[in-house]
């Protein structure tokens, strides 16, 4: 009889968990109300599934649902069958690619001899598998394959080792990378973040209590109101009489996400200081600057575009109309066996106004570009409805590595515009010019330094180490 | 024995079909994709199910689904048992209170001794219970209780007792109000357009045959070519070699729907002649003309009333700005049971941008007001936001008598513009002021002349004689 | 313009309602608990759909399910949306080949000038295609292809033309074949019977009020008490005072389907004044007379062959056991895609008790073989069991033809006992003998002349004219 | 900042696994298709949920699925989506009032630094509460309040600690209480059954490999062969070669549960090779002799006495005859809100024959009796019926105490026998006489010692110490 063969565990292949939202609440009014409300605000964050942890006066109790928010819960909802309790977590996903089922949705909870645990974690722990492969080795068993429960195993081991401070103090210095951490022990309430503050976390109030949010929006919408950032490398305790910082792990510099400005966030959020849609609006007035064009209307790629192009308008002295309708019943797209369906998929959500169209030139606006396909076949639509003219200007930089840290942006071929000219990028999409904001235009718009932001995927040079990409990132770019 | 008793049909107190999109299609290729490709396009025209019927050789096949056309029709395109076939037509349909159930969904099928018909309808045939009184009265059974039942089986008894053209001459005499119909029997597909022409229905072509939809946007999404509008009155036959007018009942006026390029339609559909994008541009230039205010910002209630706040920004020199976000993630809101999320249902849709509201006055900009409720949500909204003041601009008239043509405003107690002033209407929303378009100004906007135009909303002044309700309105007008 | 293509109804090919239940309830308490248990009860009749159609007090409600009463009902009871009232009726559809949707589920309703019609029917109309022919020659459309809707519809276009008696009596003077129905005229309860008396149908009361059902075996369950067969030919009204006789349709032979007491009815109803359990003890019985044989132990084929084994042991002496145990979960088999799943399909069904049969001469008793596969494969396991002989005696005569009144045997090629001896018949599936019971036998267990029962599927003689078929019956036999 | 609470966990008040099937297969044909056949045969042992755990080449993959073994695989087998390879275990779960969803099912699996580890589990370990206790205190995470995860984890550790041999047989030494185990490590098989050997075991082979189940019955459904017992404190090694013994936990005495003779297992299987029919039957005979009544029929409680009546009426030479009709659609029964449905749910499920049962002295034979309120509705049936008398036969020992080890009877007050003399039993039920078999009847039939039965149920003496329980049972027992 031969000892059972080694390390078959299937973690190999998996990504680990990307950019999600995470909320807290502790107060006097139910917590449900408040998690759901506030993860339906967040949405844009995280689609695939949903789930709240809630402590119902002795344990906490789960419930994860797939989908979107509002229809994952409504039929617990419907039927009073949520959790009960004035605390909780709760947390949605983002949808990608491997682990889709409900077992790796959030938050994770886990019955440990410090009491019960339980996460939701916005981040990606770039070390996660070493860390795993430690505490596998020190005897303890994993579920599932996700850094969520690297994260939660990691902190229960430290905290019974060194108490609960030192626990929590190790446990951010072992892990590696962005995460945004809201977590009960039992029916204690805590947030986290890490000490680059790769990820935005806000802590507010209601008139029923204290709320921990990925994004300040939510307190709006739930008609409280943004207290301030969770600072990088703070931990919170939340309780019935508001918040106090635990614990706080210093670090020189910052790395703050410059996509969830560019892209990620709701532009009525405030992000470490920031409001998101006046960034936006000046990354326009950058970029009319930086990258005149003669033209006759400014469109933007709806949705995400508008408020750019609105500021390039501003910028250039250009009119701005909405001459692209987007379906709002296209969310979701699905390719159907058949060609025709394939070349629909961008029409389907968006077709032209001719009259905006027809006879003019056009300089269309968009936030960001990666891969260009569905650049190339707006600008087809565009030309189809008369354009004589079709001018691509991008209100953000060139993105040309890959992102470890929670955006789901991993492989370097699909990127444009690694090593192509903005000429060659024009021939390969079909427009008459196309034109990046620099660098420099993004952080003056966002109103940080460099060294405060993370911009690998615009430089390939990462805040934290990534053990064997980093070179052949670097590499690449020679 | 007593005879039974009669008249228990339960008719009374259902609503018929409402606004719908209805779709047909001819072809060289597989119908069902473009079909499928037109219902998500006019998605906007009906949200409850969908259905299509397509010719698959020997016979017409039903395919009906459950809410929106691609969560419903997914499974089946999946598993690849959508009916096969190159002629068919298909249904989207409005979600109204009663009758929510599939067997009310479209098209509508039955086998006659004329061959099997099916029809797909969009409008509101306002002597319906009438004409099925008497279809009952000659011995015909009915299934359902709407008034698409009424249409096929009125065609087939007139067909079989007057010869085609003449039995269809005669349905449309007998028939009362608004008709979008596509219509097969057997293999021939047939589009028909009520004389009055209150909803809209264009012809077209793609590269692969002949289609006719209830707006010119889907030919657009299907890369194809609108060729004309069905015209009032007019029957076309479509087939393998494209289509002809085998009918055409004249009328003096017409009733164009208004509604359509005030609201209901894609800004990028052309209706009769008249692009609704650049109606809405005009209703705001024309609204800055009739209303000017003085203030700093010109903002929309989006999605619906951007189009017209550019309009009135431009007419006014006032600038544009996005000042509410519109969370792309709650189409759907269900009330939960607590006031808490009662409250947050506008919030959850709407959420303001601070540094564009804050200390400004702000004009704010909507296609149509009908209950004022959502409006004083949002004035409340901008004010706790730092709006100084809000003024709300309307770029239609006065709402103030139910529609029977299709759209879904059927009380008179829910108008919140009937026998109230301005002012009044100000303070019930909590406005600085209120100011609503001209009919002059609707008119001139569309482009077309008050006789060629159901205004009956506006007015309570009906294009067909509606019984007993006519009387009603104009006392409560008085 | 051509005039449309005739005649594309796909109504060939389909097959006709088949065995159901049928049950009616008019009483003081709510209708839909006593539909629901007789539904339970006679769920062996029918397990495809099922469903109710009550009176609500305004007009009739339809609820119909997919699949068994138990699992279909369920979410309907306990979300309390059954519907309400005191007057109903109830089917049980068996599963059939074509028309697996609930839309050919019963009851089957229409709104008609002479009210709203429901009719729950058990049987064939075998000149259904004829009379819906001439139906629609009169304008009469069609949703469906099932024979209920030609008997809802011939009734109401009688009742219509000849007043509500004349009517009934000429519907019943129109249809040939089987039919057992039970019928709602807006708030009016009926039970019809064909002339024939093909299927069961009885009346009772509970202590509420007053029961139609298929079975006897429904009253027992309710608590009830069986009144009294309804006659062939006969038609009941039922209202708050008990039953009466309206109609009678007279018919000097009748034509009771033996296939009831031989299989398809529970051995603890009363069939025309038979019990079915009995007559199956009597059947065993007269079997061993016919057919002795040696041997050691009498085993049934569970469940159905148990009572005629008992029988069997009892006229012979020598001992009966279970040797063979039927696992109870395996009502449902489905075919899994690989040939080990294929031959486990019996297996999983039953298992040999080893004891019983090892070493032993077996009598395998079953109620009927058709066309011998499963047999078989019995044999097969006793003889792997240790079996040293096995006889196989059945219960019944040798079924040589289809049945065109509603029990499922449509095809002459899946008859063993077609054209073979008992000895081939023996060789094709591995016993050591084979011998049925004559029908001399059967008329004597079942203790009716020949003349008074339908013995079409042991003839080729039908006691009703079947088109076209009777003349190739004959030449296949001859 | 105190330091968390803690024992917040959820684990009291939970019921740990019990009654359930194990199977598992390593052979040279895929294993899903074998572990479906094996569960199927023993869903009788488990009907809440379903799961299998097999090595698809690189890891292990697992497929859970909700309710009966056929419908929860059903949706999979068609869509081909069930786990590859050719080395699996399997297990069927008990339905029990907690744990109810899917979280609970087997088979559990974890990663760990001894590789993959899954397990399934027949059996209740007694000390659970403690071992995780102990287990969390160094450091293990607990997700379910499942006795599973306990064994699973308390292996992993004890391998890791102690090398493979001495870890499982300190994990054996260490676990108090029933268990039969498969279990995989990696791509490794094997079979655990506890010293005292309370639940069956098997192994046996198919053309295909080698296969352990819970019961004998599984190999004939496979069309295999049982090849010996799992011995009482035995672990198998499995692979391709076949099986080997790699460890033997010695002891003295053993505790098979009688119950699985009684009640609980197939009579077709053959328990530590006694034959579970056989023993049935002479159940029957023995109760024949020692409890003889006057009377002219035995019927039995279908289906589960039928056996021993059959041994009752060779026994005693009375006719055996089937006088109660056991409707086979109502496995599953469900509480209507309404009285008329309550008094239902025996009689849906059993009606009596009249011609049996009228004017006779009736036998009721049943295999055992736990609460009685069962009996005293089919006693009521059988008199509504016209019995003349009914005297109860129980063919088992009265139960007075609950069980710890697997069957799901764990309250004392539920117990009819408790403490009440065969008169006072017969009163409560309205039998005319009521007699149970003896234990030594009992022994005598299965033919195996009192010292190597589990009698716990039938004496309140445990053959293992149950931590405060045994004091209490001994006092209720004075």
């Known amino acids: 009889m031969a000892s059972p063969p080694q390390n078959l565990d299937p973690i190999d292949g998996q990504k680990p968990s990307e950019s999600c939202a995470v909320v807290g609440f502790h107060g006097r009014s139910q917590a449900f109300p408040v998690l759901y409300s506030a993860l339906r605000t967040l949405q844009h964050r995280g689609q695939e599934n949903s789930g709240v942890a809630i402590f119902d006066g ?36 983002y949808s990608t690619a491997g682990l889709k089922n409900i077992t790796g949705a959030g938050p994770f909870l886990v019955n440990t001899s410090s009491g019960q645990i339980a996460v939701a974690h916005n981040g990606e722990i770039t070390n996660y598998k070493e860390i795993r492969e430690n505490l596998k080795g020190m005897g303890m068993p994993f579920f599932t394959t996700t850094d969520t429960e690297v994260v939660v195993n990691l902190i229960s081991k430290e905290i019974k080792e060194r108490g609960f401070i030192n626990g929590l103090r190790n446990s951010m210095n072992v892990m590696r990378g962005s995460y945004s951490i809201t977590m009960m022990i039992d029916n204690k309430l805590y947030a986290i973040r890490d000490p680059l503050g790769f990820k935005p976390l806000v802590v507010g109030k209601t008139g029923d209590g204290t709320v921990v949010a990925s994004e300040s929006s939510a307190m709006d919408v739930l008609g409280g109101e943004t207290i301030r950032d969770v600072e990088p490398g703070e931990v919170l305790e939340i309780d019935e009489n508001g918040f106090r910082t635990i614990l ?65 308008s501003e910028g250039s002295g250009i009119p701005y109309e909405e001459g692209l309708f987007k379906n709002r019943y296209s969310e979701r797209t699905f390719i159907m066996p058949s060609q025709a369906e394939r070349d629909d998929a961008v029409r389907i959500k968006l077709n032209p106004i001719r009259s905006v169209i027809n006879g003019k030139r056009i300089i269309l606006v968009d936030d960001t570009i990666i891969r260009g396909t569905t650049t190339k076949r707006i600008i087809g639509i565009l030309r189809k409805a008369g354009a004589t003219e079709v001018h691509v200007r991008v209100a953000s930089p060139r993105i040309i590595a890959p992102c470890y840290f929670g955006i789901d942006m991993k492989t370097r071929d699909q990127f444009i515009a690694l090593r192509r000219t903005d000429q060659e990028i024009a021939s390969e999409i079909g427009a008459d010019s196309v034109a990046y904001l620099s660098i420099e235009g993004l952080t003056k718009s966002i109103g940080k330094s460099e060294k405060d932001l993370c911009l690998g995927c615009l430089t390939g040079k990462y805040p934290v180490k990534i053990t064997d990409e980093i070179e052949y990132v670097q590499k690449t770019l020679e």
Chains 1, 2, 3, 4 share one sequence.
């Open 58 to 93: 002795e344990k906490i109790e789960l419930l994860k649902v797939d989908g979107h928010v509002y229809e994952g819960f409504r039929p617990h909802i419907e039927k009073n069958t949520t959790p009960k309790g004035t605390i909780g977590i709760g947390h949605n996903r």
């Open 248 to 312: 706080k792990v210093p670090s020189e510099k910052k790395a703050h996400c410059m996509f969830e400005w560019v892209y990620f966030a709701r532009p009525d959020s405030v992000i470490d200081n920031i409001e998101v849609y006046k960034t936006r609006y000046s990354l326009g007035m950058e970029l009319a600057k930086e990258a005149p064009c003669v033209g006759d209307v400014v469109i933007p790629v709806p949705d995400s575009g508008r408020t750019q192009a609105s500021g390039y």
